[in-house]
């Protein structure tokens, strides 16, 4: 296996271009929100994590950087045996910390700043639609009434990177037992937290208006499945703002945008919800977007990924992509 530095800007060979149609809406609004929050110049062929921003400003420490990921310990939580481990050591905490994607906050990787405008103060989450109990959780509710547990979990993102993170959470099954979702309920939709006034995201891109606020759903045989979880928090703490405190959905074996950050609505719906990147770019980000490696995304191979998680050093090492990003036990019965 090759380490091969991470280069100063991501990439993507143009030569792997197969659609323009197919990428032109998302491309348009990165390139917007690039413009529009960072004055940054011009993000061409990019996307989740996948960013030609220049990214030699990570740091390996930094007192600011640090202090946003200073959060209270969350315990007592058991590491689930089950997902104790995986083929590849966890990323880096202040590497991970500084490379997220949360696009109300900017189009740079570098959100984490930003992105502590969040307001997390008296969190509530509703869950609504077809349950038979509704309710409106504060987050403390939550972290009564579920069971904590940590799991260690491979994250891969669609455009090729890939991540292992310790979360701290419960699975959604266990709040879906508690709403009890009717016979007619067959898909859920996540709502993130949005409010135009902190947020540094355009609501127009080149003429197409961004479906803000961000959101992402499952058919509810994916939500009842054992991964399927909740993340409160992270490295032992609670979620950093930049993870999408203080609660947000994490499936390992779908590509990182699935996961909706800072959820404040949980509905369960009869018919399959629209979603933010599918509505944005049906052709490149699917309702489904399971990780698969002989499923080229419009642009590029997914054959492989860069793992980035060699330390702050930025090192990565290209590996296979697993599919369903090694989680194939778990739910490959999903898509008989
Ligand atoms: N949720 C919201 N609300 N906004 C976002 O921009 N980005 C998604 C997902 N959830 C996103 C989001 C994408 S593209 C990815 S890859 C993951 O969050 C990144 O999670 P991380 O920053 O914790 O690694």
Redesign the pocket.
């Known amino acids: 296996m090759t380490i091969i530095r991470v280069p100063k800007a991501w990439k993507l060979p143009e030569a792997q271009v197969t659609s323009k149609s197919a990428y032109v809406n998302r491309r348009r609004f990165l390139k917007t929100i690039a413009n529009a929050s960072l004055g940054a110049g011009i993000v061409s062929a990019l ?3 996948g960013s030609s921003v220049p990214e030699n400003n990570l740091v390996s420490s930094n007192q600011a950087l640090t202090a946003t990921l200073d959060q209270p310990s969350l315990e007592p939580f058991a590491r689930n045996p089950a997902f104790k481990t995986v083929d590849r050591p966890i990323t880096d905490e202040i590497l ?1 910390g500084q ?7 900017g189009g740079s990787k570098s ?1 984490w700043r930003a992105s502590q405008a969040l307001p997390t103060d008296n969190w509530q989450v509703t869950v609504t639609g077809l349950v038979k109990n509704p309710r409106t959780y504060d987050l403390d509710d939550l972290l009564k009434k579920f069971p904590l547990e940590e799991r260690i979990y491979r ?1 891969r ?3 090729a ?1 890939s ?1 292992v ?1 310790p979360w701290v959470g419960f699975p959604m099954k266990l709040l879906m037992a508690e709403v009890e979702p009717t016979d007619k309920a067959r898909f859920v939709s996540f709502t ?3 409010d135009p006034k902190i947020s540094l995201a355009p609501v127009q891109s080149l003429g197409q208006k961004v479906p803000w ?2 959101t ?1 759903g499952l058919r509810l045989e994916e939500m009842a499945n054992e991964l399927a979880f909740f993340a409160v928090g ?1 490295y032992g703490e609670m979620l950093p703002k ?3 405190a203080p609660i ?2 994490v499936l390992p074996w779908k ?8 959820i404040v609505k949980i509905d369960f719906v009869e018919q399959q919800p629209a979603t ?2 599918n509505t944005l770019s049906p052709s490149e980000y699917g309702f489904e977007d399971n990780v698969n490696p002989n499923k080229p995304h419009p642009r590029w191979s997914q054959k492989t990924e860069r793992f980035i998680g060699k330390g702050p050093d930025l090192s990565w090492e290209e590996r296979p992509t697993l599919p369903y990003n090694g989680y194939e036990e778990y739910v490959a019965s999903l898509y008989k």
């Open positions: 996307g989740c994590k991970a490379y997220n994607n949360y696009y109300e906050f959100i994250l993102c669609v455009e990177w991540m993170l993130s937290y949005y606020p961000y992402e992270v930049q993870y999408g947000r959905a590509y990182g945008f699935k996961g909706a950050k800072s933010f990147w």
